[in-house]
T-cell receptor, first 112, second 112 residues
Framework: DQQVKQNSPSLSVQEGRISILNCDYTNSMFDYFLWYKKYPAEGPTFLISISSIKDKNEDGRFTVFLNKSAKHLSLHIVPSQPGDSAVYFCAASSYNNNDMRFGAGTRLTVKP | DTGVSQDPRHKITKRGQNVTFRCDPISEHNRLYWYRQTLGQGPEFLTYFQNEAQLEKSRLLSDRFSAERPKGSFSTLEIQRTEQGDSAMYLC??????????FGPGTRLTVT
């Protein structure tokens, strides 16, 4: 059962523009959401997170938005840079469970 | 601290052989996780340790899989009688809380 879905396998944007990566979830018990970035031959690296008590969290060029009623979150990268090119995973966890569920990932390509 | 390390980085084995992977977490982290990732998918949870206690196991972890974390430090994941379907990237992660997990580079297993 895929409780976390990233429906866009790839996204291509121009350097300097905004990148918007989307994620949907089905389990209403999820209360903590994270974005990870993965380069080839490396493990995922934590990028930014948001608790379900918030609807926005910002860290430099990265902002995560959470819409609990729609069970949707998004990651905005502004401005996008070529070094942001990677696979981005959305992940979610619930307070009563120790496993973290990941989406299938979105490959972001930022063109110079 | 150098982060989470995993050994070996690559393993090629013949079907039916046993393999063992090692994970060294970040030293102050008491939580340790194992995940499996196949091509085009996000990491899938396998098992979770808090200190030396294995507190949760996914149904993905068949009887051929066993994990240990003696003394609450490093962890090993053993796969007995490997099958071609076991070919995947095996990721280890550690954390101090249930939220942000730090991943190692992974061990890529190929079963021929």
């Amino acid at each position: 059962d895929q409780q976390v879905k990233q429906n866009s396998p790839s996204l291509s944007v121009q350097e300097g523009r905004i990148s918007i990566l989307n994620c949907d979830y089905t389990n209403s018990m999820f209360d903590y959401f994270l974005w990870y970035k993965k380069y080839p031959a490396e493990g995922p690296t934590f990028l930014i997170s948001i608790s379900s008590i918030k609807d926005k969290n910002e860290d430099g060029r990265f902002t995560v938005f959470l819409n609990k009623s729609a069970k949707h979150l998004s990651l905005h990268i502004v401005p996008s840079q070529p070094g942001d090119s990677a696979v981005y995973f959305c992940a979610a966890s619930s307070y009563n469970n120790n496993d973290m569920r990941f989406g299938a990932g979105t490959r972001l390509t930022v063109k110079p | 601290d150098t982060g989470v390390s995993q050994d070996p980085r690559h393993k090629i084995t013949k079907r039916g052989q046993n393999v063992t992977f090692r994970c060294d977490p970040i030293s102050e982290h008491n939580r340790l996780y194992w995940y499996r990732q196949t091509l085009g998918q996000g990491p899938e949870f396998l098992t979770y340790f808090q200190n030396e206690a294995q507190l949760e196991k996914s149904r993905l972890l068949s009887d051929r899989f066993s994990a240990e974390r003696p003394k609450g430090s490093f962890s090993t994941l053993e796969i007995q009688r490997t099958e071609q379907g076991d070919s995947a990237m095996y990721l280890c992660a550690s954390s101090f809380s249930r939220d942000e997990q730090y991943f190692g580079p992974g061990t890529r297993l190929t079963v021929t």
